[in-house]
């Protein structure tokens, strides 16, 4: 896992090689940043679950797939890039 800090956000990006088992791993790593931030994963109701279910389908696929968090103080952001596509998905921190 990478970290990029800027001044204004945050992103962590995490590289999951091509058939490699993800597992709970998206969905843990998105739970470990929002702890850090201090942001109660019941404030962005189904993120976690639509990160991992989109995971999932582009590694099965045979793709490598990249995940971007971006987390900022008006939204938590998702960015999954992998088998030829790419993906954004958004939540507004309360």
């Keep these: 896992m990478a970290t990029n800090s800027g001044p204004a956000d945050e992103v962590v990006t ?3 090689p091509a058939k490699f088992p993800v597992g709970d791993l998206p969905r ?5 940043l929002l702890r850090l931030h201090r942001i109660d994963p019941a404030d962005v109701g189904d993120l976690a679950a639509s990160v991992q279910d989109m995971t999932n389908e582009m590694n099965a696929s045979g793709s490598d ?5 971006r987390i900022d103080e008006s ?9 030829g596509r790419s993906l954004r998905v958004t939540a507004p921190r309360s």
């Design 65 to 69: 797939v990249v995940i971007d968090y």
């Design 75 to 83: 939204e938590v952001a998702v960015e999954l890039s992998g088998d």
């Design 14 to 16: 995490l590289r999951l």
């Design 28 to 32: 843990v790593a998105l739970a470990a």
